[in-house]
């Protein structure tokens, strides 16, 4: 009984770490085009044009997508919105490493490890490199989030060391650092921790 509770309680704070940084996030979003950098990711996006070098060609898809859906009256705060919502995916996958991390060393399972995880993940939230990328059109919070669910992978990958079926977290690896790529070349950074 206490490991269902466990389970449960694992389910609402994961949902939780997405959707309290997510209204942070919304909330706090540009409501248009920024002055620097992202002026240029929402002009382009719009017209699949092509930005500065090295160019990220699956962020402007996505940002063309963004672009399309009329949720939004503003085109720029369409594609502002990829960023609070790949934002919070990655504070939900930080969560999930973080009680991953601590449940390698510590051999347990209690409810203090979620919490803690928890809390963990929505500080970081809130730090000023986090929030200030989850608000508008860059490719630094779609980054993050390849990067953080890289991670998660390859831990799943190193736990999974009986299993025979393991080599699918590696070749969803390859491909989620061949996607990352078309957005910023920070996932690269992952690949070291798949030899650690």
Not at 35 to 53: K, N
Not at 95 to 120: P, R, V, W
Not at 139 to 147: C, E, G, K, Q, R
Not at 180 to 188: P, T
Request: overall charge neutral; glycine content about 4%.
């Amino acid at each position: 009984m206490d490991k269902i509770n466990n389970k449960q309680i694992n389910l609402i704070l994961t949902v939780l770490s997405f959707f309290i940084p997510f209204l942070i996030y919304f909330s706090t979003m540009a409501p248009t085009v920024s002055l620097w950098d992202c002026g240029e990711f929402i002009a382009t996006s719009i017209i699949l044009g092509v930005p500065h070098p090295p160019g990220t060609p699956l962020y402007l898809i996505i940002g063309n997508f963004f672009s399309q859906i009329p949720i939004l009256n503003d085109l720029g705060a369409r594609v502002n919105l990829i960023s609070p919502i790949a934002s919070a995916f990655s504070i939900m996958f930080l969560y999930l490493i973080i009680i991953h991390i601590i449940k390698e060393i510590s051999k347990k399972d209690n409810l203090i490890i979620y919490l803690s995880a928890f809390i963990g993940a929505l500080t970081f939230a809130i730090t000023d490199s986090q929030w200030f990328n989850a608000v508008e059109a860059e490719v630094y919070a779609l980054s993050t989030f390849f990067t953080a669910i890289v991670v998660w992978l390859i831990l799943k990958w190193a736990s999974a060391s009986e299993n025979t079926h393991k080599i699918k977290y590696l070749i969803l690896i390859s491909y989620c650092l061949g996607l990352a790529i078309g957005v910023h070349l920070l996932n690269l950074l992952a690949l070291p921790f798949i030899a650690l």
